[in-house]
C-alpha cells in the first residue's frame, strides 16, 4: 500500500471504472481525468463525473478539447456507427491517436501534481481492435513519458498502468462485482437510444452484454434492443 497520487482516466465506461477502482485499491489517492472532446454524446461524461465521486477523487477534471476539428471517426464526425457485430477490421468508432492523446494529457497533469501513476482501462482481449489499447502501445508510451518529461530525465520515472490489458470482458465484470462497484453507474454505448437507452448493438453494448453474460452477473444496463 502506498500514499501517492495516481492519475486515474475515467471516460464513464466499465473499464474505465474498475481500473481508477484498482488505482484505490493500490492505496492511490485519485485525482480523476475526463476528455469531453465533443464526441457524439455527453451522457458517458455524466456517468465519469459520478464515478469519481463514488470512488473518492480528490479532484476531478473534465478537460475540454473539440476533436471534432480533426473528425475521422463515427464518435467525432457525422458518420454513422457500426451495428453489425464485431469485426477483425478497425472500426469507425476508433477516434485517431485517442488514447496518445489522453494519455499525454494525464502525463502532463501527472508531472505537474508529482504524481508517477497514470491508471488507464484498456484491455486487448474483448474489444474492437483499436490499435491504441494494445501492450506494446502501453509499454512504448511509458517510455516516451521517461525521454519527454522533466520528472523522466532526472530520475523518477512514470508508470503507465492498465491493470485490465490481459483480462475479457467477463473477467472485468467479476472484478466489477468483487470491488463493490455499481456497473450500472457506467455507460458503455457509443449511439444512444431515447430514454438514456443503451443502444444495445453497437461493439460497445454487444462486448458489454456478452461479458455480464459469460460472467453469469446480471447485466443492469438497459438496451433498447437486446440481442
Same mark, same amino acid.
Given at each position: 500500500m502506498t500514499d501517492s497520487v495516481a492519475i486515474a482516466l475515467i471516460s464513464g465506461?466499465?473499464?474505465?471504472?474498475?481500473?481508477?477502482?484498482r488505482a484505490r485499491e493500490d492505496g492511490h489517492r485519485l485525482l480523476?481525468?475526463? +476528455?469531453?472532446?465533443?464526441?457524439?454524446?455527453?451522457?458517458?461524461? %455524466? *456517468?465519469?463525473? $459520478?464515478?469519481?465521486?463514488?470512488?473518492?477523487a480528490e479532484r476531478h477534471v473534465v478537460l475540454p478539447l473539440d476533436l471534432r476539428a480533426f473528425g475521422g471517426s463515427a464518435l467525432t464526425a457525422e458518420i454513422d456507427v457500426p451495428k453489425h457485430g464485431v469485426g477483425?477490421?478497425?472500426?469507425?468508432?476508433?477516434?485517431?491517436?485517442?488514447?496518445? +492523446?489522453?494519455?499525454?494529457l494525464a502525463?502532463?497533469?501527472?508531472? %505537474? *501534481?508529482?504524481? $508517477?501513476?497514470?491508471?488507464?482501462?484498456?484491455?486487448?482481449?474483448?474489444?474492437?481492435?483499436?490499435?491504441d489499447c494494445r501492450p506494446e502501445f502501453i509499454a512504448e508510451f511509458e517510455k516516451l513519458a521517461e525521454i519527454a518529461t522533466k520528472a523522466g530525465v532526472e530520475g523518477a520515472p512514470f508508470r503507465i498502468r492498465a491493470p485490465l490489458q490481459e483480462m475479457t470482458k467477463a473477467d472485468i465484470v467479476r472484478e466489477a462485482a468483487r470491488l463493490g462497484l455499481d456497473a450500472g453507474m457506467s455507460w458503455s454505448c457509443y449511439d444512444p437510444a431515447p430514454g438514456s437507452l443503451h443502444c444495445g448493438l453497437c461493439d460497445s453494448c454487444r462486448l458489454r452484454s456478452k461479458?455480464?453474460?459469460?460472467?453469469?452477473?446480471?447485466?443492469?444496463?438497459?438496451?433498447a434492443t437486446v440481442l
Open positions: 465506461g466499465l473499464d474505465s471504472m474498475v481500473s481508477a477502482a480523476a481525468l475526463s +476528455i469531453d472532446y465533443n464526441q457524439r454524446h455527453h451522457v458517458e461524461l %455524466a *456517468a465519469a463525473r $459520478r464515478i469519481a465521486q463514488v470512488l473518492g477483425d477490421d478497425i472500426p469507425v468508432t476508433y477516434v485517431p491517436a485517442r488514447n496518445t +492523446i489522453f494519455l499525454s502525463l502532463g497533469w501527472a508531472e %505537474a *501534481a508529482g504524481a $508517477r501513476d497514470i491508471y488507464i482501462g484498456v484491455n486487448a482481449l474483448d474489444y474492437s481492435g483499436y490499435p461479458g455480464f453474460e459469460e460472467a453469469g452477473i446480471l447485466d443492469p444496463t438497459r438496451y
